[in-house]
């Protein structure tokens, strides 16, 4: 939804201002940030953190390993050695500015050069890390989105080594991480037993509550001149599981219902990640055995994907000559993962559906077996 980057920011009270008192006070050098998808941790970082990174001296970068999940190892350092060859800031973090951060075609075509990219990766972060805060004397904050994307990554001696730079690189180097998975954060914290891992202090990015819920119906007034019944947007908000996201594509539903009852605006928005959206057509483009991979999931049912339980059900169900096995299973989710339809959660073995709306979608579609 496109319309969604141009709808105002709610700004967090008094959280940047932790975060500087944190990273200033001597005490810790790291924080951690949890919550889960689609709650507002990116744009939190863009819309305030760095830009304050700015107000406060410091020269701040901004990597999403996210988009380079597929190896964020070799996304991680190719996207520092970016920084250290455009010798730039983020100065201003649009949007513009945070695409070119991401693994832009021209780092991507310079490394592309070499006939194996990832042979010493450790020795290329090292570089890069030191390359990067050597560029001046002032306090260079890294901001890493979608950090525990590297728990899933398979080189444990690359943390290791990302750890002992980090630490190298201290007072000057502050780092600030997002998750959105606390067992995965947790879990890789406590796997590499580093003393800067766990001297890492996690904080949560607060839920949005009332005050939010008051300024998106002020705003659908200054649009539309009607008033919202902020009470009635409030328990739509509760509805949709307190994600800001949906408020604001229900409240832009709202007004595109020509009527002021957010609850018009919430069946509009649950219409379009039905019949009319493109959940529909991500589920018709599944093929069946991706479909009972993800209506497990959507069902929240509690049998691993991997166990022998779940293969003997979609063996029946899909009634193919062929058997499925874990291995098999394990395929049809990489293959997911790929398209971006799965996310690994950050433990072997476990996955969750990217989307909590496509989630939704399917969950509720499940509940009306007739419609298979
Ligand atoms: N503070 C906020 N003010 C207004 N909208 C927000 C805010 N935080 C989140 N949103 C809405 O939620 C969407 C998802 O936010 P995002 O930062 O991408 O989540 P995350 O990074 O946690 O997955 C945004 O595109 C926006 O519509
Ligand atoms: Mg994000």
Redesign the pocket.
């Known amino acids: 939804m496109g319309s969604?980057?141009s709808?105002?920011?709610?700004?967090?009270k008094d959280l940047v201002e932790t975060i500087h008192g944190l990273l200033t006070s001597g005490l810790t050098h790291a924080l951690t940030m949890f919550?889960?998808?689609?709650?507002?941790?990116?744009?939190?970082v863009k819309?305030e953190l760095l830009p304050a990174a700015e107000t406060w001296r410091w020269r701040a970068y901004y990597i999403d390993l996210w988009v380079r999940r597929d190896n964020p190892e070799l996304g991680l350092v190719e996207e520092l050695e970016g920084f250290v060859e455009r010798k730039q800031t983020l100065k201003k973090p649009d949007k513009l500015l945070a695409k070119a951060g991401y693994g832009s075609t021209g780092i991507q075509a310079e490394w592309s050069g070499a006939s194996n990219p990832e042979i010493d990766l450790q020795g290329r972060l090292k570089r890069a890390m030191r390359a990067l805060v050597g560029q001046g004397d002032e306090s260079v904050l890294l901001v890493v989105?979608e950090f525990q994307t590297l728990a899933a990554g398979k080189h444990e001696d690359f943390v290791s080594t990302f750890r002992a730079t980090m630490q190298e690189l201290q007072p000057q180097l502050k780092l600030f991480f997002?998750g959105?998975s606390r067992d995965a954060l947790n879990s890789m914290f406590r796997k590499r037993k580093a003393p800067l891992f766990e001297s890492a202090m996690s904080l949560l990015?607060p839920e949005?509550g009332d005050d939010?819920v008051e300024d998106r119906a002020a705003i659908f007034e200054e649009i539309t001149g009607k008033q919202m019944d902020a009470a009635e947007l409030g328990k739509v908000f509760h509805k949709i599981a307190h994600?800001?996201?949906y408020l604001?594509q229900i409240v832009l539903h709202t007004m595109l219902s020509l009527t002021a009852d957010p609850w018009e605006g919430f069946r509009r928005w649950q219409r379009e990640l039905g019949d009319q959206g493109s959940y529909e057509e991500q589920w018709l483009k599944l093929k069946p055995v991706d479909r009972a991979i993800v209506e497990h999931l959507a069902s929240r049912q509690p049998a691993s994907l991997f166990s022998a339980e779940f293969s003997a059900k979609v063996t029946k169900r899909l009634g193919e000559e062929k058997p499925y096995t874990p291995q098999r299973i394990q395929t049809a989710v990489n293959r997911m993962v790929k398209n971006m339809v799965l996310a690994p959660k950050g433990e072997a073995g476990e996955y969750e559906i990217e989307d909590r709306a496509l989630e939704i979608y399917v969950a509720a579609r499940t509940a009306r077996p007739s419609d298979r």
Do not use: E
């Open positions: 969604q980057d709808i105002r920011y709610f700004p967090r919550a889960g998808r689609r709650m507002g941790k990116t744009l939190f819309q989105d997002t959105s990015l949005l939010f994600v800001p996201m604001n």
